[in-house]
């Protein structure tokens, strides 16, 4: 008998079961629209140039080692990544409010981040949008707090329920944590407008909630990373706290590199200090310091005035693209006079459509046409191409009628 013989079997995460079953579907025509990565044109792992010249610059590099970084990562690429948030004249980095540490891409920060506040933080309740991403609870049921969620979409408009989500947030535990996503809204492709956030600023102000930015798509919304993350900055300007939790898996497309950074803007430098001295405690036992081969890429691209232009017109055609397959799957559903309105295909931003097909709509088109997604009716749009948009469409046209 194994020592182990109690230990039962996990249901599988939902987002790898789909890959899974897509990787053994032998079917010619199967289509992955399921996990979010952005693809090409032909459905391909798309690699940016200006990464590519990083790395053959790195491998050149002869001071380049590979030796330990501190806890809280490479310093270069910490304060890169926080001018990269804040602004490079944030007056929060200059008055070194802004504690940043590496961390292993969106998901480490937001676990680090959750594992700060349920350590030191007064009020372990948090409050998730209706729907969110589907890792979000697990970091904040990992670090003990009590799980609530706040109205977000509205499966009328398949737009935002602003008047739920101000009456939600109005109505929470004064002091709760509140995660937001700056831009680009998994699963939803809904974001608030510039003056929905500041109506939202101001009533988590009054209402002493903390803000938990997830800010996983910067730059692949409209193609301004200033743009995209402009709700953080208006919640930092005002002079108050937040967290930020920073990815650069899609918008450089360093997925597996796992790179980002969590940033934490105190109020005062004292406190920042000390805050900082806490998440290396949180850090040190999890996995001591964080990997270097990310840190270096996103430096070097960073740091160079031309690397920085060249990747900021490799998100802008990366979005372009993704608007254009917007355009044309709309389009073709037009066209096949599919029943229902679509509109929200073209409305709705960043690299998701929440297209409205229920579960036995997406079980449907798995069956019938090799199409995997989430059973949420979740489209990632950048693993379509102008190819695949007429088989998606008689996909979803053969499901809806
Ligand atoms: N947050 C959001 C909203 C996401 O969509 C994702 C990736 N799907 C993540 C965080 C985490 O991704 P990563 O750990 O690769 O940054």
């Known amino acids: 008998e194994s020592l182990f013989h109690n230990v039962p079997l996990a249901p599988d995460v939902p987002v790898y079961a789909v890959m899974a079953a897509y990787k053994t579907d032998p079917s010619p025509n199967k289509l992955n629209l399921g996990i979010g990565v952005y693809r090409t044109e032909d459905g391909q792992p798309h690699m940016l140039n200006v990464v590519r010249r990083a790395e053959q610059m790195l491998v050149n590099e002869l001071s380049v080692d590979k030796e330990y970084l501190p806890i809280t990562g490479m310093a270069e690429f910490n304060k890169l990544s926080a001018k990269l948030v804040f602004?490079?004249?944030?007056?929060?980095?200059?008055?070194?409010?802004?504690?940043?540490?590496?961390?292993?891409?969106?998901t480490g920060s937001l676990r680090i981040g959750a594992d700060f506040l349920g350590k030191h933080y007064h009020q372990h309740t948090v409050y998730l949008s209706q729907p969110t991403y589907g890792n979000h609870p697990n970091f904040f049921s990992a670090a003990g707090f009590a799980l609530k969620t706040y109205r977000y979409y509205d499966a009328k408009t398949c737009?935002?329920?602003?008047?739920?989500?101000?009456?939600?947030?109005?109505?929470?535990?004064?002091?709760?944590?509140?995660?937001?996503?700056?831009?680009?809204?998994?699963p939803t492709g809904v974001d608030p407008t510039s003056q929905q956030w500041e109506q939202i600023r101001q009533?988590?102000?009054?209402?002493?909630?903390?803000?938990?930015?997830?800010?996983?798509?910067?730059?692949?919304?409209?193609?301004?990373?200033?743009?995209?993350?402009?709700?953080v900055r208006m919640f930092v300007s005002d002079g108050g706290e937040c967290l930020v939790a920073q990815s650069y898996s899609k918008t450089m497309g360093l997925y597996a590199e796992r790179i980002g950074a969590l940033h934490i803007v105190c109020k005062k430098a004292e406190v920042a200090r000390c805050v900082e001295s806490q998440l290396r405690l949180v850090i040190r036992p999890m996995y001591s310091s964080p990997p270097i081969h990310g840190a270096s890429?996103?430096?070097?691209?960073?740091?160079?005035?031309?690397m920085y232009n060249e990747w900021i017109i490799e998100l802008k055609a990366m979005c372009?693209?993704?608007?254009?397959?917007?355009?044309?799957?709309?389009?073709?559903?037009?066209?096949?006079?599919?029943?229902?309105?679509?509109?929200h295909i073209t409305r709705q931003v960043g690299m998701y459509t929440f297209s409205g097909l229920n579960e036995e709509q997406v079980a449907f088109m798995t069956k019938e046409y090799h199409i995997y997604m989430s059973s949420d009716g979740r489209i990632n749009m950048a693993g379509l191409g102008s190819k695949t948009v007429p088989y998606l469409?008689?996909?979803m046209h053969a499901a809806v009628t």
């Open 297 to 306: 890429i996103v430096t070097t691209i960073l740091r160079d005035r031309d």
């Open 159 to 186: 737009g935002l329920d602003f008047q739920g989500l101000l009456d939600d947030l109005g109505s929470a535990t004064t002091g709760a944590i509140v995660l937001l996503q700056a831009s680009g809204h998994n």
């Open 320 to 343: 372009d693209r993704i608007a254009r397959v917007r355009q044309q799957l709309f389009d073709a559903l037009h066209v096949r006079g599919t029943p229902g309105n679509w509109s």
């Open 203 to 231: 009533l988590m102000r009054l209402k002493r909630l903390l803000p938990f930015f997830d800010c996983a798509y910067q730059g692949l919304v409209s193609g301004s990373p200033n743009a995209d993350v402009e709700p």
């Open 393 to 395: 469409a008689d996909a």
């Open 87 to 106: 602004g490079p004249e944030s007056p929060a980095i200059k008055e070194s409010r802004v504690t940043t540490v590496q961390c292993l891409s969106g």
